[in-house]
């Protein structure tokens, strides 16, 4: 395993076109997107709406196209949701998800995204990446 980072994924309109409750077709890049993540030591957990049958049926697709998830709506596998004690949010480091702010870039650009570690900040009504605002250079004594 070459990192320990964990990476929460949505289903429906991120793995797959948005169909629900049936399951879309697979978005461009996705199961090869994310074998590659998995396979270079990414730890992924599904994190999705879905529940019962439905979660069931997504979890099944995904393992019949190659992916095998780390933990399924939860922060580790085995984990007990106890709603009295504890908060719903995983523990991730990045969440995969078409109601990002932005939108869905694409398979492409997330995994971009991750391996050259982009951040981000709005500016207006833009979602801008740090890698390609202008930097402002500073006039100092070291800089």
């Not at 076109?17 to 030591?41: N, S, V």
């Not at 997330?110 to 979602?127: A, D, L, P, S, W």
């Amino acid at each position: 395993m070459l990192n320990n980072k964990k990476i929460a994924v949505d289903f429906d309109g991120t793995i797959v076109d948005d169909a629900y409750p049936a399951i879309g077709k697979p978005k461009i890049f996705a199961f090869e997107t994310l074998k590659r993540l998995q396979a270079e030591g990414y730890r992924l957990i599904l994190w999705t709406y879905r529940h019962g049958k439905t979660l069931d049926e997504a979890v099944e697709f995904c393992k019949a196209n190659g992916i095998e998830f780390y933990a399924v709506n939860s922060s580790f596998e085995g984990e007990v949701f106890d709603a009295q004690t504890q908060s719903r949010k995983l523990d991730a480091d990045w969440f995969i998800d078409d109601r990002n702010l932005g939108g869905f870039p694409g398979w492409g650009e997330i995994y971009n995204i991750i391996q050259e570690r982009i951040e981000f900040r709005v500016e207006g009504k833009e979602v801008l990446a740090y890698s390609k605002l202008k930097k402002e250079k500073k006039k100092g004594l070291f800089w």
